[in-house]
């Protein structure tokens, strides 16, 4: 592996050294692992809820509703509340727990955290797997939420804190790598349970969660606290010997200094919420809201959660369409290895700007080939088999584009975006942003299909052409801009250098701004 060093884009910063070890790619491997649990969970919904025997049980009246209908209209057969509700609880539940984890994350550690995930996690998939009724559930799929909730608190954070500067791009990705493996994992997965006798494979489905939730609980006893978080918490000689072994290097001073002035900084704030709304972080304050605003507007979940669902709506047979679910989620992982690959080298903006253009341009050709065949009234005929291929290979092309843009710097941009003294309190509105709309796209959307029908796609469209705008103008570039060092960003920024003062982020970074960051208390 080549050392790191060099001056780092964008002129005027520093550049620790530092080598891509194997510990540290090991570590942030198993940490990345957190992301497994949220992806199989997103897989698993969309497949449980097309399977007759899972409806039958739970959902008697989609499945009459599903079988009645077969020759009228097909965009309204899935739609119905209780069956969102199952699929969106998770979501409210994740959004609860990731405002707690924000403590838990800063006061005892990146790893707590991850363990509360995983074992909430286990507990969730126990419950839904022994399922008798929709209120255990429901419950079960709470307590999926709260795990869920703590995991994605912490786990982008600390794989941001963990890698050196040059690779903490394609170290991040490795969470959404795993989220993509996991929904590829479930898919795969209900494709086989589908086809049990008797028509039990819908608990296999669910209960199979507690597998990855296993090893982020196992993963999070073995890994290292981040340099970090050893230092925020006051343990700075078991920081400096963490940074050497993690760095590969005995002279880690600059960085262990910058570290701990970063937490000096960071000390002097009593109240990190209120902290946020501070002038000077409005640029990261807006980004916490936005991007994962966007992230979800995007539609990514309509295919996530409901592929089957969708394919079979469109004509394709329930079988055919979790075989449609498997070659998306194919396509989702590797694509994201494309963005690992490219994401140091090319830039966030690249990314972001060129999956915009591709993500817009295959949902208005997906939204004029089911216009064109269902009309409004939703009633297709016989579907030719060109036809299916047209749409699906479009959908795959929209999901790539997801895959290296707003998949995973949706979690990367803003782990690396916040100063340390906010960072905690930043990523769960991040999480908690995103958990909202992940539930509003959930919740309506199959009674959007019902009722806009085709134009269902139209409505992400706009919201895509919005989103990619928004980068080219707003986003600064991030890549190779150690962590603690970010504030430059914004400093030159045409946009949002009004915010930042100059005292805010020294010239040259912490060590030369006398004393590091002023920090006033709001
Ligand atoms: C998003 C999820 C989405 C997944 C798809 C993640 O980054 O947060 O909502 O389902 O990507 O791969």
């Known amino acids: 592996m080549p050392a790191v060093g060099g001056i780092p884009a964008g002129g005027s910063g520093k550049a620790y050294p530092g080598n891509l070890t194997l510990y540290v790619t090991v570590t942030c491997i198993v940490a990345a692992m957190g992301g497994l649990i949220f992806g199989y969970d997103i897989g698993i919904s969309g497949g449980v809820t097309s399977m007759d025997s899972f409806l039958l049980k739970f959902f008697p009246s989609v499945y009459r509703k599903k079988h009645e209908n077969e020759s009228t209209n097909q965009y309204c057969q899935y739609d119905s509340q209780k069956l969102t509700m199952f699929t969106s609880s998770l979501y409210l539940a994740a959004l609860l727990s990731s405002i707690v984890a924000s403590t838990v994350t800063r006061r005892f550690g990146r790893k707590l955290s991850m363990l509360f995930g995983g074992v909430l996690f286990c507990s969730g998939a126990v419950i839904n797997a022994a399922a008798k009724d929709v209120a255990m559930l429901i419950v079960g799929r709470m ?67 507690m597998v990855p939730a296993l090893i982020i609980a196992i993963g999070s006893l073995v890994l290292p606290d981040t340099p970090n978080s050893l230092i925020e918490r006051g ?14 290097l005995d002279d880690v001073q600059e960085e262990l200094d910058d570290l701990v002035k970063a937490s000096d900084a960071s000390r002097q704030v009593e109240h990190p919420w209120r902290n946020l709304l501070q002038r000077k972080y409005r640029p990261q304050l807006c980004m916490a809201i936005l991007i994962p605003f966007f992230q979800q507007l995007t539609g990514i979940n309509v295919i996530m959660f409901y592929a089957p669902v969708l394919f079979d709506t469109i004509g394709f047979k329930s079988d055919a369409a979790l075989m449609s679910a ?33 993500m817009l341009i295959c949902q208005i050709v997906v939204t004029a080939a089911i216009g064109a065949k269902f009309g409004v009234d939703g009633t297709p005929g016989e579907l030719p088999k060109w036809y299916a291929i047209v749409v699906v290979l479009f959908i795959c092309i929209y999901v790539s584009g997801f895959a290296w843009s707003w998949g995973p710097l949706g979690w990367l941009v803003p782990s690396e975006i916040f100063p340390l003294e906010i960072r905690s309190a930043a990523q769960s509105i991040n999480v908690s942003v995103n958990m909202i709309f992940t539930f509003a796209v959930a919740q309506v959307f199959l009674t959007m299909l019902c009722h806009l029908k085709f134009g269902l796609f139209l409505f992400f469209a706009f919201f895509v052409l919005v989103m990619t705008i928004f980068i080219y103008f707003f986003l600064p570039e991030t890549k190779n801009i150690p962590i603690e060092e970010m504030g430059r960003v914004w400093k030159s920024h045409w946009y949002w250098s009004r915010f930042v003062e100059e005292e805010d982020y020294p010239i040259g970074g912490l060590e030369m701004g006398k004393g590091g960051r002023e920090v006033k208390e709001v």
């Open 326 to 358: 498997v070659i998306t989620g194919l396509v989702n992982v590797g694509a994201t290895v494309v963005s690992i690959y490219g994401v140091d080298k090319w830039g966030r903006r690249f990314l972001f700007l060129e999956g915009g253009v591709q």
């Open 143 to 209: 307590l999926l939420g709260f795990g869920i909730g703590f995991t994605n608190q912490s786990v982008p954070l600390y794989l941001s804190e963990m890698a050196p500067y040059k690779y903490r791009g394609a170290l991040n990705i490795g969470f959404q790598l795993s989220i993509t493996i996991g929904i590829l994992v479930a898919n795969v997965l209900n494709y086989f349970f589908a086809k049990i006798e008797g028509g039990w494979g819908w608990r296999l489905s669910l209960g199979g969660a």
């Open 235 to 248: 343990q700075n000689d078991e920081a400096r010997a963490k940074l050497q072994r993690i760095r590969g």
